[in-house]
């Protein structure tokens, strides 16, 4: 049963512009898929609303919550995907946003921070770096967060590679029910 098709408009945008984030059974985020696609796999028992938006669609056959989050019925395993390490990759992760003042800033004002400094023993690797503002990471200088009584908004972990797309693509237009199964604020 075809619940939409490809011109169909809802909320002003076409069904096919609209991204519903699918979580594993698990409530682990997997992907992100349209709207269109979304509804189908809901009709056909394979996923359930897990988040609905306060819209409603109706058909003659169906009335049903516009779903910004959906979930898997049964577990699929997906094998373990890792985003490569890199400086832009970090600032990606943390949305440009300085991790100590939680201000957002353009590229030329940005550094990593090593959260536990590089002369105290700290590594370069996703748990141990932080996106900081030239301002903070002086201040912050080498001790560590205890020390300098600055500690990042979050404390920082590799991103799913779901989690890096999302955000590398789209990280101005999420839905706000999503933040809650993605590593974003
Ligand atoms: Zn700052």
Redesign the pocket.
Known sequence: MSVFEDGDVVLGKSVVEISVLVLNASYEAINVCTLKRAMKMIVKGVARTEEATEWEIHSPTISLKIPSVIRLVNYVHIPHCVVKFSRKNVFIRDQYI?Q??E?LFHLPMLTIDHVVPRSRGGETVWDNVAT??K??NTKKGNRTPREARMFPKRSPKAPSILTYLYLNRHFRTYDSSWTKYLYII
Request: net charge positive; hydrophobic share 10%.
């Open positions: 300085c100590y003042c201000k900081a503002c301002k903070c």
